[in-house]
């Protein structure tokens, strides 16, 4: 099956820093979908982003089909910023999500 | 509020016994989905439903089962509870099969 991975595993940011996280997987896919979990283990739908860019507010998300990566962008940290940043790939017709095993972000003050 | 409800929240059961988890999709969506979250294996895939009928099944377990109802709400049934079905449970639904999902909070379930 597909190999989803992401980078870095962790990431400390100072408040108000900007950053990236890395998506790559190893085949091509119908979905592409970047999740948010929050500390108290909520799973926040981010973007559906199959391919191409989109933005919302202080986050965005670009996904480049063709070179089998996704990035999303955090700019301005906010310590809500905090959690687990998983991106998650669809490969089959029906919609199974196979996730990478995420990036553990802390955001200080 | 995500649209998925799931109960309960929380689940805290011994070792041997039955637990029935519940999952009411956002409305207007016909797919839901079950996966499981544990410490060492990640975000897992267990099983979907698409209006009623079954359609993909991940690594679930045999003692682990599902059902989706005409009203399309579903529970997933764990039965010969182990201390490693210890993990966080949740259900996400989509409107169409490959669709962006929507999660629901989850349940967390503690086998003791």
């Known amino acids: 099956g597909i190999q989803v991975e992401q980078s870095p595993p962790d990431l400390i940011l100072q408040e108000g820093a900007n950053s990236t996280l890395r998506c790559n997987f190893s085949?091509?896919?119908?979905?592409l979908q970047w999740f948010h979990q929050n500390p108290w283990g909520q799973l926040i739908n981010l973007f559906y982003?199959?391919?191409g860019t989109k933005q919302n507010g202080r986050l965005s998300a670009t996904t480049v089909a063709t070179e089998r990566y996704s990035l999303l962008y955090i700019s301005s940290s906010q310590t809500t910023d905090s959690g687990v940043y998983f991106c998650a790939a669809v490969t089959d017709s029906w919609g199974k999500l196979q996730f990478g095993a995420g990036t553990q972000v802390v955001v200080t003050p | 509020d995500s649209g998925v409800t799931q109960t309960p929240k929380h689940l805290i059961t011994a070792t041997g016994q039955r637990v029935t988890l519940r999952c009411s999709p956002r409305?207007?969506?016909?797919?839901v989905y079950w996966y499981q979250q544990s410490l060492d294996q990640g975000l897992q895939f267990l099983i979907q439903?698409?209006?009623?009928?079954?359609?993909a099944k991940g690594n679930i377990l045999e003692r682990f089962s599902a059902q989706q109802f005409p009203d399309l709400h579903s529970e997933l049934n764990l039965s010969s509870l182990e201390l490693g079905d210890s993990a966080l449970y949740f259900c996400a639904s989509s409107v169409e099969s490959g669709g962006g999902y929507t999660f629901g909070s989850g349940t967390r379930l503690t086998v003791v």
């Open positions: 982003i199959p391919s």
């Open positions: 085949d091509s896919v119908n979905n």
């Open positions: 439903y698409y209006n009623g009928e079954e359609r």
């Open positions: 409305s207007g969506d016909l797919s």
